[in-house]
């Protein structure tokens, strides 16, 4: 079937188009419902159906012969360490943590919260969760206390798993003490915590609460997959929005397997036996759907990389591990790819290692720049695909598909476009009332009802925002929050966020979430984060900072301060590319903050000043401060 054919049947024959790639699933019971509406007026697929992830992505392999082949590597150049792990020791392994997490009360429907950097142990958390039914909510390691308290608070973890320290390239980072201080300031309390002893650095244990992960699973023998039903929750992920405070999307058991196993074979064209890599953090969807739970679905071997793309130890480190584990298709973010090409622009060190096995390279979670995508392609001489997708999504919208599903015959890529909707996805671009637009006119791009498998069901305990964020907009879509047009040939061309979230190297942070920070200095008066432009990350934040009158630090001293305090309240990720002291901020006369207009400004965009402004002078004011400002 060529791929115009599944995009008519996957629009015309919903139904029938879902039940056939469901038909690849081992379910423990089949579903006869495969699509039906909830109470809550959302989509449920496969309701009556039973299955269990953690079986799916370990155990099965198991039985089909497989146990022998590698599912798992871990390659850590931060701290020298590497290690393989096949389908049967992996499977050992999570049965024994499911026994672990057991016998301390979690159930199915617990909440269990992951707070741990790129080792093997949080693959083996998250998929043991998987196994007793319970709901894992990783969180970047990267996040600092105060972030971990708001999402402890909201998902109300029974356990709490956690590892001694992160590194950094050469900086061991304590996760303990964030964890701790993340526990006092939150108002629940996990009745334990699980922690993984790294050797780098040994945490201190509270008596009572803290349980040694090695100490328990030395007695620990394993218990099997309990069967869930397709509706019941996988896991939570945090994503940004732009109240500052985090949207728990939730995600089910049974569409998001038979989407995953539908992405590695259809956009990924991965079969089991191959090696999959995609080079990003568990903490973000991307580590969830393709380290995780889509390559070991679909029997593929998948790697844990703790490092970075340069200086672990040089830009040749990805070219490393793709020769090395003869990885056949690799997915970054454009960030990534930026970075080598910025320390190594020749390519030299990519002469060093053998590609031969490395078949494409995908890239997600930011626009992929046409520069970027050209020096990719003239260098590795492979297709580079960039495609789109989001947290709420859990899987790709839009790709470069493969012309026809019995072959691996790519259509044709564009420079800035992220190719064509995926079958599932009814993609449109609307104007500001509901209307669709033609080709090349940008707009909002929507997705008409109903969403395909495995994309979110709800905002944890927050229908109210689920709907309002997503829903009430355009009724009958779901609105992407993303602006885009479709070209004359059917290519999408996603332009960037329609609302205030930022990304930073392929990480979607809040501005709202820094402008708290920095308005919770006693000097400031009121604030504003732009995103801005940056060649290397994509966008970097940018603030600007009104005082207050009285104030007796100087500016260098408060800018000091403020930048520290972001750090401090958000985490590294959130490092201000800038911040400069103003008298004033541009708004409208209700008193809106035009920070679309001083992203104008900054990138030297032609402005649109709205007819709603309150005092145009403004601009006038800050054009000089915000000129030759780049990322």
């Not at 958390?125 to 007793?132: K, V």
């Not at 956690?162 to 303990?176: F, H, L, M």
């Not at 940004?240 to 995600?251: A, E």
């Not at 006369?589 to 002078?617: A, C, V, W």
């Amino acid at each position: 079937m060529s791929f115009k054919e599944q995009q008519e049947k996957a629009k015309d024959s919903t139904e029938a188009y879902w039940l056939e790639q469901s038909e690849l699933v081992s379910w423990s019971k089949a579903p006869e419902t495969i699509l039906s509406t909830n109470e809550n007026g959302w989509t449920d697929w496969y309701a009556d159906g039973e299955l269990n992830s953690s079986y799916l992505a370990l155990d099965y392999h198991v039985e089909q012969g497989r146990g022998e082949q590698t599912a798992l590597i871990y390659d850590s150049p931060v701290s020298g360490s590497k290690q393989k792990f096949t389908f049967l020791e992996l499977t050992e392994l999570v049965a024994k943590f499911a026994e672990v997490l057991q016998k301390q009360q979690v159930v199915k429907g617990d909440r269990v919260l992951i707070y741990m950097p790129m080792i093997p142990q949080a693959v083996i958390a998250m998929l043991a969760c998987a196994r007793i039914g319970a709901v894992h909510s990783v969180v970047f390691g990267g996040f600092a206390a105060k972030e971990l308290a708001i999402r402890i608070d909201d998902a109300e973890p029974k356990v709490i798993v956690s590892a001694s320290c992160g590194i950094e390239i050469a900086k061991v980072i304590p996760y303990k003490p964030l964890l701790d201080n993340a526990i006092e300031i939150a108002t629940h309390k996990p009745s334990s915590c699980i922690v993984y002893q790294r050797e780098q650095l040994t945490a201190d244990m509270i008596s009572g609460r803290d349980q040694d992960w090695e100490t328990q699973m030395s007695s620990a023998k394993g218990i099997a997959a309990v069967s869930v039903k397709s509706t019941d929750p996988l896991y939570i992920l945090y994503t940004s929005g732009t109240t500052g405070k985090p949207k728990g999307v939730v995600r089910d058991h049974g569409g998001h397997a038979v989407a995953m196993l539908y992405s590695m074979k259809n956009i990924y064209g991965m079969k089991a036996g191959d090696t999959f890599w995609a080079a990003s953090d568990v903490g973000w969807v991307v580590g969830h759907s393709f380290i995780v739970y889509g390559p070991l679905l679909a029997g593929c071997s998948t790697i844990v990389y703790e490092g970075k793309p340069v200086r672990t130890p040089d830009a040749g480190a990805f070219w490393r591990v793709c020769e090395e584990y003869k990885v056949n298709a690799l997915f970054s973010a454009p960030t990534a790819f930026r970075a080598i090409a910025k320390e190594d622009p020749d390519a030299a060190l990519m002469e060093n290692y053998d590609l031969s096995h490395l078949k494409r390279l995908y890239l997600a979670g930011e626009r992929l720049d046409p520069s970027t995508y050209h020096w990719l392609k003239e260098k590795t001489q492979i297709p580079v695909i960039d495609h789109w997708w989001q947290t709420e999504t859990g899987w790709s919208i839009a790709s470069t598909p493969f012309a026809d599903a019995s072959t691996q015959e790519l259509m044709a890529t564009k420079a800035g476009s992220s190719g064509f909707p995926v079958p599932g996805y009814n993609v449109e671009i609307l104007d500001a009332y509901g209307v669709a637009l033609p080709a090349n006119q940008q707009g909002t791009v929507a997705i008409k009802l109903p969403m395909p498998p495995g994309c979110l069901t709800t905002v944890y305990k927050d229908e109210k925002r689920f709907k309002e964020s997503y829903l009430l907009t355009h009724p009958g879509y779901y609105v992407t929050g993303d602006g885009g047009y479709f070209d004359e040939d059917g290519y999408l061309f996603i332009m960037g966020r329609t609302d205030d979230v930022i990304n930073v190297a392929g990480h979607r942070l809040s501005t709202g979430e820094m402008e708290e920070s920095i308005s919770g200095h006693s000097a400031v008066a009121e604030c504003a984060v732009v995103g801005i432009n940056d060649s290397l990350k994509g966008q970097v934040p940018f603030g600007l900072v009104v005082i207050k009158n009285g104030v007796t630090l100087s500016d260098d001293e408060l800018i000091s301060e403020l930048k520290t305090k972001v750090r401090s309240d958000i985490g590294a990720i959130a490092s201000l590319k800038a911040l400069i002291i103003v008298e004033r901020l541009p708004k409208t006369r209700s008193g809106k903050i035009l920070r679309k207009t001083l992203r104008q400004m900054i990138d030297g965009q032609k402005i649109d000043i709205p007819s709603t402004i309150e005092d145009p002078q403004v601009l006038e004011e800050l054009t000089p401060r915000l000129t030759n400002i780049t990322g």
